[in-house]
């Protein structure tokens, strides 16, 4: 017995239809590279799925301060860190953007005094 199935779902079109991105996609890659050069996004990937989602991913640096504060407030005290933000999502074919949550990593750059 030979069945003929033909899959229906996902957004826009059957699932069969890959090809490449939409037009509606390629708009919101734009906007994402865009805005990327303006804050400094860093390793900005776009892949594309089997059933036509692309996936993008990307990384923010930015110098944070712990500040230690108290009676006897001291800039010299606050202690510097390199905080590392890894950002990614999803674009589906109609142009829906499902953001996941970020991950952050801190590296000590400065230790204050104590």
Do not use: C, W
């Not at 890659?29 to 993008?56: A, C, E, H, P, S």
């Amino acid at each position: 017995m030979v069945m003929n199935l033909q899959y229906f779902g996902g957004r826009g079109a059957s699932s069969k239809i890959v090809g490449t991105r939409t037009a509606q996609q390629s708009a919101k890659m734009n906007n994402i590279t865009r805005v990327g050069k303006k804050d400094g996004y860093k390793n900005l990937k776009f892949t594309m799925d089997k059933d036509g989602v692309i996936n993008y991913s990307f990384e923010t640096t930015r110098i944070v301060t712990k500040v230690h504060g108290g009676k006897m407030i001291d800039p010299s005290k606050d202690d510097v860190y390199e905080r590392t933000e890894y950002n990614s999502g999803k674009i589906f074919k109609d142009g829906l953007i499902k953001r996941n949550k970020s991950t952050k990593s801190e590296r000590l750059v400065k230790k204050g005094r104590r």
